[in-house]
């Protein structure tokens, strides 16, 4: 293992800007010095020539169910390690694995699961920097394709053991269950980037919710609640909903699967245009489907989850009326955004690392190419394809 590492002669993608005339010095795992290509090379430096590829940060996925085959549900270390290691192969250096409406017993298994991973990194995988607490706690008529018969309603004596653990990071309630709003706080006081999600809520509701903590909609446009969906529960006058709050309120935080198949060109962009890359969260939502042939695939625990269809595109119910998950990565989301968009590449980059870290607060050491920060990247070619991913530094995976 080289000490030091200087990584050379392609673009390099910072926070803000994307420099061409730089080099990026690693030492001991860590980002030494981001500067101007010039002068002497340390004595002791190992050179990676980027042949003028791009370096950009790992990505880091705050909401990610599964991928070659496994499921994060499925609750054995075997299966979480297939899961990273088949995102680390779309360039995402750091995820967060988030459960669905299981038993608290499942939930359980595969937080202990991640908890051995964690102990016990691989050096060809995605990091675990936390978990992602999703389901259960969905509304009943936003459940998509969760499981039905174990959404409930937020409650103390379980919930509380989950945050025991120290893993959860990110934590998942919709905003009209009864004990939403003691969910939030208990989160909130624990540090978690709190957030609504399969929710029919009302913007009051919503107004709440972010009285007690919440500042995060999971996935923006799908399963959540809109203007036509609330007539049905609130009647006339016609009521805002989580659209409208997401977009009036500056503190809040959303996100959007990019994969050209969950939501149109127009309204990526206007996820953009009204948030800003600051706001605005690049997330695969990711299914075991990903990186495995079209067919039939269980979502959530090989036991007892859903069946859905992926044509190799993206997820579907059987019957084919609504969406599935996907059954992308993020180098797949990163490439959709720039085509629908005006967003430089410095901008989309940070959707999908940067701004992601600093909202689940693991942004110190990770999210982007700075000096302290890990040596997380991913070389991307013109076209953005993966060539090469870097872990602390070393490489993991190379395309060729």
């Known amino acids: ?28 795992g860590l980002v ?31 909401h990610v169910h599964g991928g070659g085959g496994a499921d994060f549900m499925d609750a054995s270390v075997d299966a979480v390690r297939t899961v990273c290691r088949t995102h680390l192969r779309h360039g995402t250096t750091s995820l967060f694995p988030t459960t669905t409406t299981g038993t608290v017993e499942q939930i359980n298994a595969t937080m202990d699961a991640c908890r051995e991973v964690i102990d016990s990194p691989g050096g060809d995988e995605s990091r675990i920097v936390g978990i992602h607490l999703y389901g259960p706690y969905f509304a009943a008529d ?23 653990s120290g893993l959860v990071k990110i934590a998942t309630c919709a905003a009209e269950l009864p004990g939403a709003g003691a969910f939030y706080r208990y989160a909130y006081r624990r540090g ?36 036509s969906s609330l007539r049905p529960r609130c009647g006339t006058p016609m009521q805002a909903s989580m659209e409208q709050f997401v977009l009036v309120e500056p503190e809040m935080s959303t996100e959007v699967i990019a994969d050209g198949c969950h939501l149109s060109d127009e ?16 997330v695969t939502d990711s299914s075991r489907a990903l990186d495995e042939p079209p067919g039939r ?15 190799g595109e993206v997820g579907r119910v059987l019957d084919g009326t609504n969406l599935a998950s996907s059954v992308a990565g993020m180098d797949r989301m990163v490439r959709t955004m720039l085509r629908a968009t005006k967003a430089s590449l410095a901008e989309v980059v940070r959707m999908a690392s940067l701004t992601p870290a600093e909202r689940a607060g693991v942004a ?3 999210g982007s190419i700075e000096p302290g920060k890990r040596a997380d990247f991913v070389v991307l070619s013109p076209k953005i394809k993966v060539r090469r991913v870097y872990l602390a530094g070393e490489l993991a995976v190379s395309s060729g």
């Open 364 to 366: 110190d050491t990770i």
């Open 297 to 311: 695939y269980i979502f959530g625990s090989k036991d007892d989850g859903n069946w859905f269809l992926s044509d």
């Open 1 to 28: 293992m080289a000490t030091c590492t200087v990584f050379r002669g392609g673009p390099i993608v910072l926070v803000d800007s994307v420099v061409t005339d730089h080099r990026v010095t690693v030492r001991d």
């Open 32 to 62: 030494d010095t981001v500067e101007p290509d010039r002068g002497s090379l340390p004595a002791d430096a190992e050179v990676v020539d980027l042949k003028g590829a791009s370096l950009s940060p790992g990505f880091v996925d705050i």
């Open 142 to 164: 936003k459940v998509g394709c969760h499981q039905q018969v174990h959404q409930r309603d937020p409650d103390i004596a379980e919930y509380r053991d989950y945050f025991a």
């Open 267 to 282: 309204l990526l962009d206007f996820a953009y245009r009204m948030k800003g890359s600051q706001r605005l969260c690049l």
């Open 192 to 227: 978690c980037l709190v957030t609504c999600g399969h929710s029919n809520s009302t913007f009051p509701e919503m107004a709440a919710a972010f009285r007690a903590g919440m500042r995060h909609v999971d996935h923006f446009w799908c399963v959540m609640s809109s203007v």
